[in-house]
């Protein structure tokens, strides 16, 4: 059976949630309070997301320059990837983060992956709008549906193994054949509560050894 690796990016291939970040350094410290309410399920992501990044000002280079300022990645990546290419297997990143920031930090290794999924956004007189066009796997609380994605992946008839630590993550349970959270994480938590069974993992290159 061929595998499909699903990775997460936010605080997966990055040690921080790197949209957190940003919003932190450009935006006012309201958005704490709508991220709150994304987690404690009283919105949707993509709508948490609109009025977050709505409060942010900055050009993309300001931006762009933040996130590599700060966009330290989780040792064992280039491994990790690797020995999924050298077992027959392909790589798909899904992230409910942004462009801008996920192409110049993964740069050529973006093309490493054989399917990509995250969100858009355009930088508008000093203001960061944000697009969702993954449309046919957003679920009713995320624009990209970490386990939409999964279902994809087990579709091609591949064994499927997800990493991941977010809110966002939380659709992964019952969804792939082997979860990997990161240690002590948000993902984590909710699958030990929910009783799921999953792999704890502080670097990428412990993920699927």
Request: overall charge negative; proline content about 3%; glycine content about 8%.
């Amino acid at each position: 059976m061929s595998l499909v690796l699903v990775l997460d990016f936010d605080g997966t291939v990055t040690e921080r949630d790197i949209g957190d970040e940003i919003c932190d350094r450009f935006a006012p410290p309201e958005w704490r309070e709508i991220d709150a309410q994304w987690v404690r399920h009283e919105l949707s992501l993509p709508e948490a997301q609109r009025r977050m990044w709505g409060l942010a000002r900055a050009t993309r280079d300001e931006a762009v320059a933040f996130a590599r300022s700060v966009g330290h990645e989780r040792p064992g990546l280039d491994a990790l990837l690797e020995r999924v290419r050298k077992q027959g297997g392909r790589a798909w990143l899904a992230s409910g983060g942004f462009d801008f920031y996920i192409e110049a930090l993964l740069d050529t290794r973006l093309a490493r992956f054989e399917r990509v999924f995250f969100n858009t956004t355009r930088f508008v007189d000093g203001r960061i709008e944000v697009e969702f066009p993954h449309a046919a796997i957003a679920c009713q609380k995320c624009a990209v549906c970490k386990g939409n994605v999964c279902d994809l992946a087990r579709a091609t008839g591949a064994r499927v193994i997800f990493a991941g630590d977010g809110s966002s993550d939380r659709c992964v349970a019952g969804r792939a054949d082997e979860i990997w959270a990161v240690e002590g994480s948000l993902l984590a938590r909710h699958l030990d509560a929910q009783g799921v069974s999953y792999h704890p993992f502080r670097t990428l290159d412990e993920v699927a050894t």
